[in-house]
């Protein structure tokens, strides 16, 4: 049984997982920015967002044990959601039931705005579910795709 909880900062556990899963080799090219640089850098960044309303992290569970991460960043309008799950738990449809969970958090607790995220050009599984769950490529970059869903 898949599950996202709120993620709890004073749980070293927590903070180090998405610590690990941001730094694993076979994730980092499928973000746009390096990856932290420290655990302290991490943990830093972490604090700026945590306890503003702007982000929630998710910590994403399977059967109980900690599979990845996401979240959600309230940008006026829209909402803008991320994933990273660690490459143990690839290919699993571990990336869609969080996806759907994440679509389903937003329409019954945040309102009617739309959801935008950006994916990796190349990284065409992602692409490829994003699709099938509703989203919209509305530009493609050198390096990135741009992807709403309307709520």
């Known amino acids: ?43 830093q960044f972490l604090k700026k967002f ?6 929630e992290f998710f910590i994403i569970l399977m059967g109980g044990i900690k599979c990845g991460y996401c979240q959600i960043i309230h940008r006026g309008e829209e909402y803008e959601v991320g994933f990273a799950l660690h490459p143990d738990w690839w290919g699993m449809g571990i990336g869609e039931m969080s996806a759907k969970w994440l679509i389903n958090h937003i329409k019954d607790n945040c309102g009617r705005k739309d959801i935008v995220l950006y994916v990796k ?31």
């Open 1 to 43: 049984m898949m599950q996202l909880i709120p993620l709890d900062p004073n749980k070293e556990d927590q903070v180090a997982w998405m610590y690990e899963v941001r730094s694993h080799s076979q994730v980092v090219p499928f973000f746009f920015a390096p990856p932290p640089s420290s655990f302290q850098q991490h943990v």
């Open 50 to 55: 945590i306890d503003s309303a702007e982000r």
């Open 121 to 151: 050009a190349g990284n065409n599984r992602a692409l490829s579910l994003y699709t099938k769950l509703g989203f919209s490529l509305e530009k493609q970059e050198e390096e990135r795709c741009f992807m709403r869903k309307k709520i």
